[in-house]
DNA sequence: TTGACAACCATAAAATACCATAATATTATT
DNA sequence: AATAATATTATGGTATTTTATGGTTGTCAA
């Protein structure tokens, strides 16, 4: 199973979301009824996957090297960083006003399927990024996206 | 299993349409009872496929690296615009109305077997498009077209 | 005792399951 | 081979459930 698609719910006064139905079904069988949300590295968005992909990643870069300097840093920037939310009985999360700030989010959160993972944006930031990430891969491939007739 | 062939199949005024039964067998032992789409990036249709062939596409594309803008963006591309529709009882899903205003479908739909993917137009659409293709391939073979006798 | 937070209850809208039927195809029988 | 019997589709309408969202109460700790 898979986080697909885009969709966009709205934060009550208490910072209550709910995590879209399919995105709740994604983690249906984990031990984990909730996700893991941290900063993003790459967008001015939040970051979001369930505890078996961040048990992975976790296997990914564990080196066993207590020693290694860039390792702890790296461990320190993801894992510190991490939040565990679980769902309440209706699906919903409360988002961390670090988080929300970070990214930018007032009233209404655009949820995000990356594939294993997913994201949480500001809708109107996300337009902008989706806009832009369009331009290039058409800049990139202009025979794929026009064909000569 | 392949998807083979194409079938013109009617929306009733709920937006459900019956995936075609040949269709339907391709993902019979498929985990997810149903259809993933997305908007085409090279026509004015919708793409389809089963859930097994998105997940390899994303076992493709990610690396685990929550640093490359790169990979981010591909799977923005791909992830971010697609939708899983479960199958009813009775074999139909409901297109999102975005996807079908994309490929201008309003009353009815032509599913369009691609093999290992399908496609899903506009009836009159895909005509205008099939005749183009075949405009083109005579146009550039004609030896082909008219064998002497 | 006040403020944060979790558990609980309520509801409108949307999505989905359910039931029914008509059209088509497939099989069986003579 | 012709026709009757059966199964499988595609399609239409209704009923039920799920979802997203709002509010209230209870609990624990500062």
Redesign the interface.
């Given at each position: 199973?898979?986080?697909?698609?885009?969709i966009e719910n709205k934060l009550d006064q208490k910072g209550r979301i709910s995590v879209p139905a399919?995105f709740r079904m994604v983690v249906k069988n984990s031990t984990f009824q909730g996700v893991i949300l941290f900063h993003s590295?790459?967008?001015k968005c939040i970051?979001g996957c369930s505890m078996e992909r961040m048990e992975?990643?976790s296997d990914?870069t564990d080196n066993l090297d207590l020693f290694s300097e860039e390792n702890d840093n790296l461990n320190s920037l993801?894992f510190s960083d991490a939040r565990q939310l679980s769902f309440d009985v209706t699906g919903r999360i409360v988002i961390p006003s670090d988080l929300l700030e970070f990214a930018g989010i007032k009233n209404s959160a655009l949820f995000?399927?990356?594939?294993?993972?997913f994201q949480i944006w500001n809708p109107d930031e996300f337009n902008k990024?989706?806009n832009n990430?369009?331009k290039?891969?058409f800049d990139a491939r202009p025979s794929?996206?026009f064909?000569k007739?």
């Amino acid at each position: 199973m898979l986080f697909l698609g885009t969709i966009e719910n709205k934060l009550d006064q208490k910072g209550r979301i709910s995590v879209p139905a399919d995105f709740r079904m994604v983690v249906k069988n984990s031990t984990f009824q909730g996700v893991i949300l941290f900063h993003s590295f790459t967008n001015k968005c939040i970051e979001g996957c369930s505890m078996e992909r961040m048990e992975m990643l976790s296997d990914a870069t564990d080196n066993l090297d207590l020693f290694s300097e860039e390792n702890d840093n790296l461990n320190s920037l993801i894992f510190s960083d991490a939040r565990q939310l679980s769902f309440d009985v209706t699906g919903r999360i409360v988002i961390p006003s670090d988080l929300l700030e970070f990214a930018g989010i007032k009233n209404s959160a655009l949820f995000v399927g990356k594939g294993k993972t997913f994201q949480i944006w500001n809708p109107d930031e996300f337009n902008k990024f989706q806009n832009n990430v369009r331009k290039k891969a058409f800049d990139a491939r202009p025979s794929l996206s026009f064909k000569k007739e």
